[in-house]
């Protein structure tokens, strides 16, 4: 079992929706989570990081992190063709360089 | 500020040569980590590098290695290649050495093993 999972879609959705992206993980010890984006033929690159059970709100992005559940979600708001990108979860230990990554799932914003 | 850097972009192997990619990264920046991006395992952490010494290593297998140089570039190195080393090699770079401290991502190499 990986330490992260993620239903790696594909996800299309049309302009303006909301968009949801779900990601589990099973290690405990996990106490930072990123979210990063990742066009094609590109590298990822961080949206937004987390330390804490919550939200954390930028512009239209959302990050929820429930420990209790051991689960970790992405919103975006009013959708656009631009955010149309493989979207990748990821979890750290405090002080490890190390990230464990969620496979990704592929979002297409329809317009 | 220029971004990381890596070379090649593109590389086609066959089985049992070896490969080395190289990484430059941000200016600045001192800590270096690999990946490795499939589509069956998504990204996996190969090794990461600070000031020239290897501080953690992932699970694969002893035929990857890497270095880090003085002036903190990177080169990772698969020997004797397999045709499930096929992926896109992605290293990240950041100031400091810690999750907290925010990793930027390469392009990454395309490597083909046939």
């Known amino acids: 079992q990986k330490e992260v999972e993620q239903d790696p879609g594909p996800l299309s959705v049309p302009e303006g929706a909301i968009v949801s992206l779900n990601c589990t993980y099973s290690?405990?010890?996990?106490?930072?989570f990123m979210w990063y984006r990742q066009y094609s033929r590109k590298g990822p690159e961080l949206l937004m990081y987390?330390?804490?059970?919550g939200n954390k709100e930028d512009g239209r992005f959302t990050a929820q992190v429930d420990k209790s559940s051991k689960y970790i979600s992405l919103f975006i708001r009013d959708s656009q063709p631009s955010d149309s990108a493989t979207y990748l979860c990821?979890?750290?230990?405090?002080?490890?360089?190390?990230?464990?990554f969620g496979t990704g799932t592929r979002l297409t914003i329809i317009p | 500020k220029a971004g990381v850097t890596q070379t090649p972009r593109y590389l086609i192997k066959t089985r049992g040569q070896q490969v080395t990619l190289s990484c430059s990264p941000i200016s600045g920046h001192r800590s270096v980590s690999w990946y490795q991006q499939t589509p069956g395992q998504g990204l996996q952490f190969l090794f990461e590098?600070?000031?020239?010494?290897?501080?953690n290593k992932g699970n694969f297998p002893g035929r990857f290695s890497g270095r880090q140089f003085s002036n903190s570039r990177s080169e990772m190195n698969v020997s004797t290649l397999e045709l499930g080393d096929s992926a896109l090699y992605l290293c990240?770079?950041?100031?400091?050495?810690?999750?907290?401290?925010?990793?930027?991502f390469g392009p990454g190499t395309r490597l083909t093993v046939l």
């Open positions: 990821a979890a750290a230990n405090f002080g490890n360089e190390k990230l464990t």
């Open positions: 987390t330390y804490s059970s």
């Open positions: 290690n405990s010890a996990f106490q930072y």
């Open positions: 990240a770079s950041s100031y400091e050495r810690g999750v907290e401290d925010t990793q930027y």
């Open positions: 590098y600070f000031s020239e010494t290897q501080r």
